[in-house]
């Protein structure tokens, strides 16, 4: 009995190290990683995570990487990351829906310059698209944690963010509040970036409150809402800017009511803002929905409603 024990306790500490291996085994990174044993300082551990269920379409998701694409390559951003105190950034790239189905695509790069900017951004271009069906965010949540755990040998960082972007809630996997409050624990920070386009496939008209209640969390935690796929570049810059700094001040402007923040317009200037009202910055707080996460579904995805539905 005592040895079935160690093994069972093996088997569950070593799985989700295999998996992380295989996972990240054929995903390329932009710039290799330090040598073993030669843990490099970054300001900031970045994991981006993709929604890529059925409910985004491809017109959608070559927005979504492009948009991407094109914020790392902006001037603002490469000129945040190296305002930072070291001047540069550790970033991977996954994309989520079941978690049988998610897949580190850009494995782990460090971003310092332009030349290291634009390698990172043609790196999720020639990404390809992973196959997916539900938005399981919580498997999102779990497979950024676990990345930000296994590289802490090669890179180390005082914030440590996984940043998530969908088109919807979680209704597949473990409960997004216990993937949540586990992120939480490990000081790791969750910012969002919802997108409520009612001209989409798979529009959810409370996803910001969603996302600000259930999904983001930590230090200074926010939710960029874009408002339609047109801004949504746009709004990708303006969240890595905010993201990348770190700056409370900076953060605090942007969720300031429009017109009454200078500093804020400055920046978005400079990043090529969004059409007004399209692009709006919350705060990471409780609401109505942070006592029902799940309601839309969980484990095998039925929720409240009752079958399967298309995000």
Avoid at 50 to 56: E, L, P, Q, T
Avoid at 172 to 182: S, W
Avoid at 212 to 227: I, L, P, S
């Amino acid at each position: 009995m005592a040895l079935r024990n160690r093994l069972t306790t093996a088997t569950r500490i070593c799985a989700p190290i295999a998996m992380l291996l295989a996972l990240c085994s054929s995903a390329p990174a932009a710039q290799r990683a330090p040598a073993a044993g030669a843990a490099q300082q970054v300001d900031v551990k970045l994991v981006l995570a993709f929604d890529v269920s059925r409910s985004m379409d491809d017109d959608e998701f070559g927005v979504e990487r492009e948009g991407t694409a094109a914020a790392f390559s902006d001037p603002t951003v490469i000129q945040a990351i190296q305002n930072g105190s070291l001047g540069r950034i550790a970033v991977a790239l996954v994309h989520f829906s079941t978690d049988q189905y998610n897949r580190v695509v850009v494995n782990w790069s460090v971003i310092k310059d332009r030349p290291s900017a634009l390698a990172f951004a043609a790196a999720i271009r020639n990404g390809p698209r992973s196959p997916g069906r539900r938005t399981s965010i919580s498997s999102a949540v779990e497979l950024g944690s676990l990345l930000l755990e296994a590289s802490e040998r090669d890179f180390t960082a005082s914030r440590r963010v996984i940043d998530i972007s969908g088109d919807g809630p979680n209704n597949f996997g473990t409960p997004m509040t216990e993937a949540h409050d586990k992120a939480m624990a490990q000081g790791i920070i969750i910012n969002g970036l919802p997108v409520m386009d009612d001209m989409a496939n798979g529009y959810f008209p409370d996803l910001d409150k969603y996302y600000a209640g259930c999904v983001t969390g930590g230090r200074g935690a926010f939710v960029v809402v874009v408002k339609s796929y047109r801004d949504y570049a746009a709004a990708m810059r303006r969240k890595l800017i905010l993201e990348i700094s770190g700056n409370e001040t900076l953060l605090k402007q942007a969720m300031a009511p429009a017109g009454q923040s200078q500093l804020l317009h400055k920046v978005a200037a400079a990043a090529a803002p969004a059409r007004p009202g399209q692009v709006q910055v919350l705060p990471s707080a409780p609401n109505e929905f942070t006592k029902n996460c799940d309601i839309y579904g969980g484990f095998g995805g039925f929720g409240r409603y009752g079958g399967f539905r298309r995000f």
